[in-house]
């Protein structure tokens, strides 16, 4: 998948923020649409048929949560969520709501084609590829078989299901509620405890400093993100 000619809609009511990303993105090939409130956002989502969405979550008419919500009804366009610093409980709703990333203002423009280039990439990857792939990791979905490094990684089944739901969805910002449900169904409610252990047990067993995690990084107060490819 190339980035020339793909479609972004950027629904945000700020004019300057609008005219910066119009700036950036049409001048690395992209083709634009605006919208400055939720609804014609929602509305122009249907009509110019996005590639990604760009979605601040401050709109005058409505939350952008919401405006992520009623695309996600019908759409499974990559959605990535402009919101301010302070605003961390916006940023899990968002990501629960259906949103595949975000971006905190201020922020660089190299940050933002970085997030948008890897769920463009993800979205044109095969969903029916047995064998997934991030760097060195490889998880084989037909004989549930994980290695790193081509040295053979030995999990449990829980361990098993939270690397594959995190490879599946590599280079996306995984909420501690989407990790919990991946792992356990609804059994555990909000218990966030889980996860830090798992995933603490998963870093001993993949990363070769568990430390310095090189695959699954932490998104401080959100959840984690598998990096890597």
């Known amino acids: 998948m190339t980035e020339k000619g793909l479609r972004i809609l950027v629904v945000d009511d700020e004019p300057q923020m609008r005219k910066l990303l119009h700036v950036s993105l049409m001048a690395h090939g ?12 929602i509305q122009q989502a249907a009509a110019f048929k996005p590639d990604l969405v760009i979605v601040d979550l401050g709109l005058p008419d409505m939350d952008g949560k919401q405006v992520i919500q009623q695309i996600r009804e019908w759409s499974a366009v990559p959605m990535i969520i402009l919101t301010a610093r302070e605003q961390e409980e916006e940023k899990i709703a968002a990501l629960d709501a259906g949103a595949d990333d975000y971006i905190t203002k201020p922020f660089g423009i190299g940050e933002l084609m970085a997030r948008i280039r890897v769920c463009l990439r993800r979205m044109g990857s095969s969903d029916n590829e047995p064998i997934l792939r991030c760097g060195g990791l490889v998880v084989d979905l037909l004989q549930r078989r994980v290695t790193v490094d081509e040295r053979e990684i030995k999990l449990t089944p829980t361990e098993y299901e939270l690397i594959k739901f995190m490879m599946l969805h590599a280079g ?9 449900k991946a792992g356990w169904g609804n059994a555990c409610g909000e218990d966030t405890h889980y996860i830090r252990i798992y995933i603490g047990q998963l870093r ?26």
């Open 204 to 229: 001993r067993k993949i990363e070769q400093d568990p430390a310095q995690p090189r695959y699954i990084v932490t998104e401080s107060g959100i959840g984690y993100r598998l990096m890597g490819r």
């Open 30 to 41: 992209y083709q634009l649409c605006e919208a400055a409130n939720g609804l014609e956002g």
């Open 172 to 180: 996306r910002v995984l909420t501690h509620k989407q990790l919990l």
